[in-house]
């Protein structure tokens, strides 16, 4: 399912490496566990130690398994937790410090796309109600310009006519229209950064490509910033320009598309690209080598490496000791492992 990430982005990602949208420095996001009657029991430590920055105009996809950590950090991002510590930087405002009309007018900027449409679709609303909602909320207080608006978003995700959609409810569309609406939710603020939760997870193979492929019309059309959640790294060369590998809440390997998906060099890459579904049908019933265990407690993690209890090139009194720097194997490719010291 991969393609080839054309000259003409990469180019453009250089372009604008200094122009900086959103920040993460030094990211810590730390649950606090109470057991009744006891009190304090540890934390779990869902986002540790992370940091990356996201360009004006870039998309990037955040990929790991399901619990190492992605969602807490989308969250966090979306400024509905608070960090433990670290920054999180937009257009040169701590979100964290935000409060108010300060804060309001961050979400008016920062759109959410989520991975279940019909669970984040009120069914009780039509979907020119839900549009309406964060218009009126956002201080749209002209009737005209909201059904402008609307009327522009959904033929921009390429739902019309309009008005056969308007008085719909949720329960009386596809699936993959009612991530349409999710989207065009989403893009209603005219927002310049778009968070994207996994966001064709619970679609048909056959509308998954057709959505990606929206979604990246879209964010070229406005410029949007995109960090793209995923644990399939079958579907991020349609989207993205940089991945940045997750596992037990640290990032592990940075690098643009192409470079991983065909140069991967940490471990636990290697075992996502492993685990990755195979379009070929001829490869069907083969079985890839994939790494023995299960991800580690984030209440507990282990010393060093954190994936060294899994991995099967671990340098013993090392990996399992003392936990790896970031190391820049290459330009724009950094990989938090010893194997690299």
């Not at 030094?26 to 057991?35: A, P």
């Not at 940490?266 to 790494?291: C, I, R």
């Not at 970031?326 to 330009?331: D, G, L, Q």
Request: glycine letters at 8%.
């Amino acid at each position: 399912m991969s393609v080839e990430i054309t000259t003409t982005n990469e180019v453009k990602t250089e372009k604008k490496e200094r122009d900086v949208l959103i920040s993460i420095k030094n990211l810590h996001v730390w649950f606090e566990l109470r057991r009744w009657g006891f009190g304090h029991a540890g934390y779990v430590r869902a986002v540790d130690n992370v940091t990356f920055d996201v360009n004006r105009g870039e998309a990037i996809a955040v990929v790991g398994e399901s619990g190492c950590g992605k969602s807490s950090l989308m969250k966090t991002i979306l400024a509905l937790h608070r960090p433990t510590k670290g920054e999180i930087v937009f257009e040169g405002k701590d979100v964290s410090k935000l409060t108010g009309a300060d804060l309001r007018w961050y979400r008016t900027q920062v759109g959410y796309v989520q991975q279940d449409p019909y669970g984040a679709l009120p069914p009780f609303m039509t979907v020119g109600r839900i549009l309406e909602e964060p218009l009126i909320v956002g201080g749209v207080k002209d009737k005209a310009e909201r059904e402008a608006r609307i009327f522009k978003v959904m033929e921009e995700v390429k739902m019309s006519p309009v008005s056969d959609f308007l008085q719909k409810f949720p329960h009386m569309l596809s699936g993959g229209q009612q991530q349409r609406v999710v989207i065009a939710r989403a893009m209603i603020m005219e927002p310049k950064f778009l968070v994207a939760d996994e966001p064709v997870s619970m679609l048909d193979a056959s509308v998954r490509v057709e959505i990606l492929k929206l979604m990246r019309g879209l964010q070229e059309r406005h410029n949007l910033s995109v960090i793209y959640i995923t644990h399939d790294l079958s579907t991020v060369s349609y989207f993205s320009e940089r991945i940045f590998v997750m596992y037990a809440g640290k990032l592990v390997e940075k690098s643009g598309v192409q470079d991983i998906l065909r140069n991967a060099s940490h471990p636990y890459t290697h075992a996502l690209l492993a685990g990755t579904s195979d379009p070929d049908a001829n490869n069907a019933l083969t079985f890839k080598e994939v790494p023995p265990g299960e991800p580690p407690s984030l209440v507990k993690p282990p010393p060093g490496c954190r994936f060294h209890p899994r991995c099967t090139r671990i340098i013993q009194g090392l990996c399992d000791v003392e936990e790896p720097p970031e190391y820049e194997i290459e330009p724009r490719h950094q990989v938090s492992c010893w194997l690299y010291k």
